[in-house]
């Protein structure tokens, strides 16, 4: 199995080295391959071609600024790793950070490791192991943060 | 016949147990087929992989956040969800609630446990029974609370 | 010639009987096919299949409720009706009414059948009579209200 | 060469004998085709419509009212018309006037006819003369009001 | 290796000076194609069409208005771009200034300038030497004012 890495220039933190130790922890082993673009929106065209590089799953790291033209460029961007994903069959997890999301640069660093680690383990998870995930369904799992857990009724 | 069964990790209600008793029920019988992701966003691949597993319709659940971004993610899910459904031909139900939807969580697992299960009786009335469904067309049917009825004039 | 007839049962409206009406007065005679789905985001695959069951035009009935994620489902719908049409190269005309385009439920009941009544009577224009249309270009007629006419300068 | 001409019942102004005379004039001569539709959402098919019977180019006229489901209308079939573009790799040149530009109709009329003109001469210059729309670049050209003119600094 | 060059008489800086002289510094050398358009909607097909020119990359200059229109034709405009890199497999590099991003017309043209001659630079690095493009990740780095650089944790 293959997993793509797609990250940009513009994102203030580097997650390749959170995803890369997690992927290099995976049982069977997996090949990597990267590829980095400018922004956000330049990404869908890198899983696209990471995708006929034989990929068998991508996971793409982006930042989201905080000014509105920010957030239309994160929907675009979305969009466009959507039409990826449906043309190839296969997923694209996404991991954006939203610069407002946080209050300070080191809550902002903290978010991107954790939501960069989990999506890393939920890509290997989803490769290698339906079963677990089905038995994770409505639990409230979440990255980035905390999981929220399931409904208390 | 063969229904999919698309959930996430991120719902904090598992939707499954409700929507099989359902699909359990059904005459003539029907096979169903899961498929657990992440979140939302993931449920367009997921639904295309259950539609090549031979799935005639599927029944996509997923819980939507409280943030503008998590609309956003929902807009890009259901925008996903309709291109699986052109691309095939077929149905896909989408079984969204919303976070903001309900005052407290015994509320909120109320409105899940009600649009899971009247949209998995949705699904065997679009498979089975277009008669029935045509007489209810204009009667102001809700999934998730109760029906509205017709206009009154 | 063949028009489908696409509804939703969430409507509080019956759109079926004004548009049958108008369509069964057509010269030359028409046949018609319906398609009854639970919303109106299950209306563009509704609408596909009509138009595989030999449809050479679709109107496509529903209402949308009063809340923001209704106006988004709306707008999702109407962006699966676009990608239908241009698949098909056929047109699908839209008889979507917002609950809260009217101030009360008589005059919602109103907009509805004027709405379908008139897009019923468009659906036959474009099909049979496209010198009458371009005669109409320009001069502001309504769906769901009265025209409002040309400019008057 | 031929230019396709898509315009809507809808409209309040007849874009049509702007379009014709600009047209009329053209050296060398163009085929012109029409085809009128009620509103702007049905503007894509009849667009796809006109290339199918081999037009270059269309020119898409098109009003758009003042409420916000009206906007919403205007970006659902401007998508469309991109989707058409891009299956056909020719432009469609979109002559939108919204109602809430003008402060009475009198303005109204002369946004309309002066958009319609300038772009009607743009499709011309478009199909004829790349040259000359190079050394427009990065001019400031206006469509429905007077050019801004390239920065002053 | 051959770039084009898509740009607007809409916009009120001319770009192409800035682009052609960071690609005519290339080595190795590239060549450079260009097509210029009325507006930022008419962008999606000038980049298919050099694309079917055989260009490898396109770099697309645009100027967005101040009103709510103008930010979503800038949308419509950006969903047509990432349609067709995606039909292509290619990059578009997007050069789209908005003009409420400067308080004043001299800041306009200095981001203008600054946001063309960095992607000019993004568009020879993204041809020819992805391993810098590689290192560059997660430096925040901006086109159109001064790079924000990595988080300080």
Chains 1, 2, 3, 4, 5 share one sequence.
Request: proline share 4%; aromatic share 4%; hydrophobic share 40%.
């Amino acid at each position: 199995m293959k997993i793509g890495l797609a990250d940009t220039t513009f994102s203030r933190f580097d997650y390749a080295p959170v995803v890369l130790k997690v992927l290099s922890q995976s049982k069977p082993k997996v090949d990597v391959q990267r590829y980095t673009v400018p922004g956000i929106k330049d990404l869908p065209v890198a899983c696209k071609r990471l995708f006929e590089a034989k990929c068998d799953m991508v996971i793409a790291c982006g930042m989201v600024g905080k000014m509105p033209i920010d957030k239309q460029c994160a929907h675009e961007a979305s969009l466009g790793l959507q039409a990826v994903q449906l043309s190839e069959g296969k997923h694209i997890l996404e991991v954006f950070v939203h610069m407002d999301e946080a209050k300070n640069e080191k809550e902002l660093a903290s978010i991107c490791e954790n939501r960069a680690r989990k999506h890393a383990q939920n890509a290997l998870m989803l490769l290698f192991d339906q079963k677990q995930m089905q038995r994770r369904a409505g639990t409230g799992r979440r990255q980035g943060k905390d999981d929220e857990g399931p409904i208390k009724t």
